[in-house]
Nanobody
Framework: QVQLVQSGGGSVQAGGSLRLSCAVP????????LAWFRQAPGKRREFAAT????????YYTSSVKGRFSISRDNAKNTVYLIMNSLRPEETAVYYC??????????????????WGQGSQVTVSS
């Protein structure tokens, strides 16, 4: 099975920044759309951000626009999520996910094939 390997996460004060990383197998990375989801305790896993395999199309959930940025490094087969101005309500486990590239952004977990193990992000007030 394909497994994505995450790193990063941690604890920050409100208004702080964090960067999450997710390593993707090289034979999949270049033709995959990649995304980040988050799941707070007792809540459904929700979409945060995604980008196309070509790196020229982006889609963010409205609450993170202007603060979060998704990017990918082809040389390292890694996708990143840079989170700025973090808010306490964004405390959650964050997951990276992969799907075969389609024509539109996918925002449902069931649309993705492979997942990372999750990274805890804690934002204190």
């Amino acid at each position: 099975q394909v497994q994505l390997v995450q790193s990063g996460g941690g604890s920050v004060q409100a208004g702080g920044s964090l960067r999450l990383s997710c390593a993707v197998p090289g034979d999949i990375f270049r033709t995959s759309a990649l995304a980040w989801f988050r799941q707070a305790p007792g809540k459904r896993r929700e979409f945060a951000a995604t980008m196309s395999w070509s790196g020229d199309k982006f889609y963010y959930t409205s609450s993170v626009k202007g603060r979060f940025s998704i990017s990918r490094d082809n040389a390292k087969n890694t996708v990143y999520l840079i989170m700025n101005s973090l808010r306490p309500e964004e405390t959650a486990v964050y997951y990276c996910a992969e799907r075969r590239c389609g024509t539109e952004a996918a925002v449902l977990p069931a649309e993705y094939n492979y997942w990372g193990q999750g990274s805890q992000v804690t934002v204190s007030s």
